[in-house]
Nanobody, 127 residues
Framework: QVQLVESGGGLVQAGDSLRLSCAAS???????MGWFRQAPGKEREIVAA????????????SVKGRFTISRDNARDNAKSTVYLQMSSLKPEDTAIYYC?????????????????WGQGTQVTVSS
């Protein structure tokens, strides 16, 4: 079992930056990780993903050049953290942001591949 807890969301103005964190209850070195978001009335969508070793990343076209995903792969039984640095935020980035962990893939860009999810953190960008 992996428990994920997101933090760092909030209310910001367009153009501002935020850094989201996803703290895990155990090491995540064997999990591909991803950040997804869901706006009201819309389906959950991929924002960014990172491979198990952190060497490969994926970004949705809508966030390329503005968001950066990174991870801290703790060793052994230490806890790991995954980050999403968001810059030049836009009102259309407003959503609940979820962190996910996938044990079955080296890299995962679709939600069905994720085994574990956090509770989400709200990001609201005002114009």
């Amino acid at each position: 079992q992996v428990q994920l807890v997101e933090s760092g969301g909030g209310l910001v103005q367009a153009g501002d930056s935020l850094r989201l964190s996803c703290a895990a209850s155990r090491t995540l070195s064997n999990y591909a990780m991803g950040w997804f978001r869901q706006a009201p009335g819309k389906e959950r969508e991929i924002v960014a993903a990172i491979s198990r070793n952190g060497d490969n990343t994926y970004y949705a076209d809508s966030v390329k050049g503005r968001f950066t995903i990174s991870r801290d792969n703790a060793r052994d039984n230490a806890k790991s953290t995954v980050y999403l640095q968001m810059s030049s935020l836009k009102p259309e980035d407003t959503a609940i942001y979820y962190c996910g962990a996938s044990s079955g893939a080296i890299m995962a860009t679709i939600s069905i591949l994720y085994n574990y999810w956090g509770q989400g953190t709200q990001v609201t960008v005002s114009s």
